[in-house]
């Protein structure tokens, strides 16, 4: 069983994993919106709004921690870029857009993730 389980495995091994979901962070970051599946769009949601978090506060340490988790140059626009426009706002910075659409494959319910 798998109780308080709370992560969702999207069919890969853990270290897949961790490079699928920073790979979408990354991207996320660098084009400001993209169009994903909806489990990927709510795990993708709590895992960047946590770095957006760490980037507000503008400091040192902050930005050699994003740049452990995410590669240098998402980790530099969202500390540059991304983090100051938010500053003043206590969560919320992304918001997950129902599209509509299902995915070919499968028929998943495809959904838009963007920054607020």
């Not at 969702?8 to 699928?20: T, V």
């Not at 970051?29 to 949601?45: F, P, S, V």
């Not at 340490?61 to 540059?80: D, F, G, Q, V």
Request: aromatic share 6%; hydrophobic share 35%; glycine share 6%.
């Amino acid at each position: 069983m798998r109780h308080q389980q709370k992560n969702r495995k999207f069919g890969r091994k853990m270290g897949q994993r961790n490079a699928f979901i920073k790979s979408l962070v990354s991207n996320l970051i660098l084009k400001g919106k993209i169009e994903t599946t909806e489990a990927r769009a709510k795990t993708l949601k709590s895992k960047t709004e946590k770095l957006v978090t760490l980037a507000k506060k503008q400091n040192l340490a902050s930005l050699r921690e994003l740049i452990s988790r995410i590669s240098k140059e998402p980790a530099i626009k969202l500390y540059y870029d991304i983090a100051p426009k938010y500053a003043s706002r206590n969560g919320g910075y992304l918001r997950i857009i129902k599209s509509g659409k299902r995915r070919v494959g499968d028929a998943s319910t495809k959904n838009i993730i963007e920054f607020v």
